[in-house]
């Protein structure tokens, strides 16, 4: 059935194995390890992490990070990369497009399914202008998915967190509606949604009805909460920045419906992995507390899957 993991970037000062081990050690079956280029100088909070680097993907460290998965009983459940593939600075845009043609690329030696990233969005323009850059540059991206029989798996964040992310924030795959329009421009399967429930609460949706929507395009899974402040919203507004009256939080903490979600799951027969994304700032201040949130996470979860 399900196969619960965490997401890599959490554990951002470990190294690839000290990651696969804390797995093992703790009952998870799964990890989505972060793929940053080596040389990232991108600070951006959970940005820059590289567990595995693409770029170094020789016969030797594919055997090695297969032989480590072997011996530990925990499997990757997808390479995830997320910044801007449609940043206004056409320079930097044209790297994080390359940099996941790469990712796609060592998936595919590595033998792991999916690949998870934005698609990414010029913050100052419009949806429907932001669809005609997603329709000239993402179908080269999808072709090369294709010819390696990768997924994609696009997460719904909707990448508006800071004032310079004003106001469209930087990934376009945020709605339902947008979802069909990019599904139409680029009808391929191996097009789909790394879909995380906590960004719909924010933004007021029903956080279940996708799956039951798009569960032939559900590739991968984010397991985050996120807590809505009535009484902040009540001062500032929607159109105020999101963190201004939301804040992410562990799988329990905040409003996210789970039981409604792992029904819908299961409804569907979804059958992929299910990762823990931990972004809660109230377990930052040490290692400790950063392993304390994922276990934490883990326990709440377990009633709804078997470790």
């Known amino acids: 059935m399900l196969k619960l993991g965490f997401v890599s970037a959490i554990l951002a000062d470990n190294s690839f194995n000290e990651v696969i081990d804390f797995a093992a050690a703790n009952r998870f079956a ?35 990070i297969q032989q480590k998965c072997k011996e530990s009983g925990v499997f990757i459940s997808g390479l995830g990369y997320y910044p801007n593939p449609l940043d206004p600075d056409t320079a930097k845009a044209e790297f994080y497009r390359e940099h996941i043609k790469q990712i796609i690329r060592g998936a595919a030696k590595l033998g792991i399914p999916v690949v998870n990233t934005f698609i990414g969005r010029d913050p100052q323009k419009s949806i429907a202008d932001n669809l005609k850059t997603f329709a000239e540059v993402w179908p080269a991206i999808i072709k090369v998915a294709e010819e390696n029989n990768i997924k994609i798996g696009i997460e719904n964040c909707p990448m508006f967190f800071t004032n310079d ?3 469209g924030g930087k990934n376009l795959a945020t709605t339902p509606a947008i979802w069909d329009r990019m599904f139409e421009i680029i009808p391929s399967e191996a097009l789909g949604l ?16 996708p799956i039951y929507d798009y569960k032939h395009r559900l590739h991968h899974i984010h397991l985050k909460d996120a807590k809505l402040y009535r009484d902040k919203l009540n001062r500032v507004g929607i159109m105020a920045n999101p963190l201004e009256y939301h804040s992410p939080k562990l799988p329990g903490l905040g409003d996210v419906n789970w039981r409604g979600f792992f029904a819908a799951l299961t409804d569907v027969r979804y059958r992929g992995p299910v990762c823990i994304e ?30």
Request: charge should be negative.
């Open 165 to 167: 992310e004003w106001p």
């Open 278 to 307: 931990v972004e809660d700032k109230a377990y930052e201040g040490s290692d400790e507390d950063v392993k304390e949130a994922i276990l934490t996470s883990r326990n709440y979860l377990s009633q709804f899957l078997v470790l």
């Open 30 to 64: 799964c990890v989505e390890v972060m793929c940053w280029p080596r040389d990232n100088s991108d600070t951006r909070r959970y940005a820059g992490v590289s567990h595995i680097d693409v770029n170094a993907l020789d016969a030797t460290a594919i055997s090695q």
């Open 194 to 209: 790394n879909y995380d429930p906590s960004h719909m609460i924010w933004q007021m949706m029903d956080e279940t009805r």
